[in-house]
């Protein structure tokens, strides 16, 4: 544990660093909040913090830089909660209320808004649509082999998958087989329904399975929505930092992993290698989880250098996954 000198130095020089981008001496930490004493000493401290791991010089005779254990300290001991100004709070308000149209939509249009209050990457990660009950079913005929499935579900999503059918499946048919999965699944969720009951004849029934399976395979993967990749380039000099971390977030599965895997472990910041993803070293992430009706049903983050402002970037993130939450329970 640091004392309180040290921390209101390691404090200021977080705080210097996130605003500048710039390495910090000594000269602009000897009058800062909490501190007040001479440059030779703030050196002295400046050098202990490095020798402790929470300050690194970059170069020799340069001002130093925050450490991931800088950083971490500096969230978990020195940061408190960060909280949004009012105008921030009712821009975020008034986005949800006004959001209409699909889920797909307003999960998209949400991961802008992100970018443009922190001028960070968005992540935006829906719920699976298979735990979302069921609002409409349809089979409709695409030529004499080929038909789709269409599956409304209750938050606003569509979800649809062709499937193969025989060349002599009539319209009736596909008629009787779009009636009968409705009375089997509106009203349920998708990974809810175990088997269909059989509906008395064998093609209707036949058709009636292969739907379902086709329905559970559109439904089963997350919706991912990512924006602000530009804000990230800019976010680094070295070329090779910009070409991994876009790399990177192109690979969806990637990111789908990273940002479930810090909901389930609970953590709302992940700091450099704290998310164990090596090319998004140079990153840190900010994530909350979407909560509906008790349970995780997605989650919003943020995607920036470990410099980012990460009082304000947690409130951000926490306030538009709860109100994202309470627009999709209303939907």
Known sequence: MLDERKSAILSAVVQEYIATALPVGSTHIADAPGVH??????????????????????????????TDKGYRFFVDQLAGHGQLDTTTRDQVGDFFRNAHGRLEEMLHQTSD?????TNHAAVVV????????????QVVGLSSTVATVVVVLGNGSVESQTIDIAADVTDAELAAASAHLASQLVGRSLAGVVALAPSGDAAVDALCAQSLVAARAASGAEHLYIGGTAAMAAAFDAVDVVRD???????????????????????SIAIGGEHGVQPLSACSVV?????????????????????MNYPQALATVEVVSDQLARRMETS
Do not use: C, W
């Open 37 to 66: 004493v001479s440059s030779a000493t703030v050196r002295n401290e400046m050098a202990v913090l490095e020798q402790e791991g929470y300050l690194v010089q970059p170069h020799t005779s340069a001002g130093r830089i925050p």
């Open 245 to 267: 971390v876009l790399r990177t977030l192109e690979q969806q599965f990637v990111v789908v992993t990273l940002v479930g895997e810090l909901v389930e472990r609970g953590m």
């Open 113 to 117: 808004l992100l970018v443009k209050l």
């Open 287 to 307: 994530v909350a989880p979407i909560i509906i009706d008790g349970e995780a049903r997605g989650s919003v983050g943020v995607l920036g250098p470990t410099r």
């Open 126 to 137: 829906g719920p699976r649509a298979e735990a979302v009950r069921v609002r409409s079913v």
